[in-house]
């Protein structure tokens, strides 16, 4: 009697731990609450460990990542998978097996915040993997520096390091990769990056090669409003939070954690501060960039008057290079065709449906992939154990575009 009632009562705490409210539209919202309470584990163990001073909160996480996501790089019948090194960078190679025509080029950058993930975890393996097959394709998956013990712009210094050198005719060669064929792309942190090369490169005029598309995942691209209308409407959404999108931002820029709570508040922003130009403030003015159906009944949260110097602390929060949506127009419209995938409910949203608005006006031919059902992070769960609806649509419509495009 007593094992039931233990039992029963672990159970419902488990369950009550569990349990989140969703919006109604979200996919499969079990899973994603499973998804959330394992992430959120591994969050408050990691909070606990820093505050006692026994590591780094990052440190932590990046250690059960490589513990439970972590493989080694191995071939199967159809892609030979090694890993290497791009432009001094380490990096996950997977190369088509047989055939002696030249190859589409792909490399990737992996998600996490500038701080977590790597392109040898399991899920972006098994993507890159897949990618390479489909599209007989040379997939360079680029492990960068992370957080923090790199901070900006080290992430962006070896992911250009890395496309440079992927560029490079001596790759190219090497490799079987048709210079007319190669993409540059990379889902959230990696988004960022991806559209921070994109934009680099493309206005290189040394450049002999360049990239003929861009496919950004989801990407974070601006860290001067934290209220826009998908932030306010999903900062409760798993597995992205508000809170933990601009801690993710202080640690990237090598700033002081303490500013948290002003980002959150769009006090670094407000209009007395005197380094953020009109201009600059109009590159990310949603009821200007955003349509309707995404605006809602949001209004914008922006301060008169806040917290004085922070922009002069942080200066990099109006770098482009850390900040692509800041780019200015004449920057945009040399970057090559473009595909952008956002999802209903991610924080994130609406700064790729912005960047979608800012290249069409720049003359970039642009496609735009929104899930309505879709969540921050679902196309990396497109297999098991994991798996999920969305994931595998999202998945297969990046590399279907791809194909069409490539």
């Known amino acids: 009697m007593r094992l039931r009632l233990a039992g029963s009562v672990l159970l419902s705490a488990a369950a009550y ?8 539209g979200v996919s499969e919202p079990w899973k994603l609450m499973l998804l959330d309470a394992l992430f959120r584990s591994f969050m408050h163990a990691s909070d606990v460990a820093h505050a006692l001073g026994v590591c780094h909160r990052v440190h932590l996480l990046k250690q059960v990542v490589s513990w439970v996501e972590v493989i080694d790089a191995r071939s199967c019948p159809a892609v030979h998978v090694f890993d290497s090194t791009l432009g001094g960078v380490p990096t996950r190679v997977f190369q088509p097996k047989g055939g002696k025509k030249l190859k589409r080029g792909v ?25 390479s097959e489909d599209l007989d394709a040379v997939v360079m998956s680029v492990d960068y520096r992370l957080a923090p013990e790199a901070v900006f712009p080290e992430q962006c210094h070896d992911a250009l390091a890395a496309s440079r050198a992927f560029l490079s005719t001596q790759v190219l060669e090497r490799y079987n990769v048709d210079p007319e064929r190669v993409c540059v792309s990379g889902d959230s942190a990696g988004g960022n990056l991806a559209a921070a090369v ?19 995942i989801y990407p974070v691209l601006q860290a001067l409003d934290f209220y826009t209308p998908s932030y306010q409407q999903n900062q409760a959404v798993p597995i992205l939070y508000r809170p933990v999108m601009a801690r993710f931002w202080l640690q990237y820029l090598g700033a002081d954690s303490s500013l948290e709570p002003l980002l959150l508040a769009n006090n ?11 201009g600059a403030r109009s590159k990310l003015d949603w ?3 955003l349509p309707a159906e995404r605006k809602k009944h949001y209004r914008p949260v922006i301060r008169e008057a806040g917290s004085l110097g922070v922009v002069g602390e942080v200066p ?5 290079r850390a900040a692509p949506l800041l780019a200015e127009q004449g920057v945009l419209g040399r970057t090559p065709k473009a595909y952008v995938m956002t999802c209903e409910f991610d924080v994130l949203r609406d700064d790729g449906l912005m960047y979608v608005r800012r290249l069409q006006e720049a003359g970039v031919t642009v496609t735009s992939d929104h899930y309505e059902d879709g969540f921050h992070g679902c196309m990396v769960f497109a297999f098991l154990p994991m798996m999920s609806s969305v994931g595998q649509r999202s998945m297969n419509n990046y590399i279907r575009w791809l194909d069409q495009n490539l």
């Open 107 to 131: 490399i990737y950058f992996h998600g996490g915040g500038w701080a977590l993930g790597s392109g040898r975890m399991r899920s972006y393996d098994r993507l890159c993997r897949k990618m």
């Open 268 to 278: 670094h922003s407000s209009l007395d501060q005197l380094a953020i130009s009109a």
């Open 316 to 320: 990099a929060l109006m770098d482009a």
């Open 17 to 24: 731990y569990v349990y989140l409210p969703l919006p109604s």
């Open 287 to 289: 009821t200007a960039l």
């Open 198 to 216: 994109a934009q680099q490169l493309s206005s290189d005029d040394s450049l002999t090669v360049k990239f003929k598309v861009q496919a950004l």
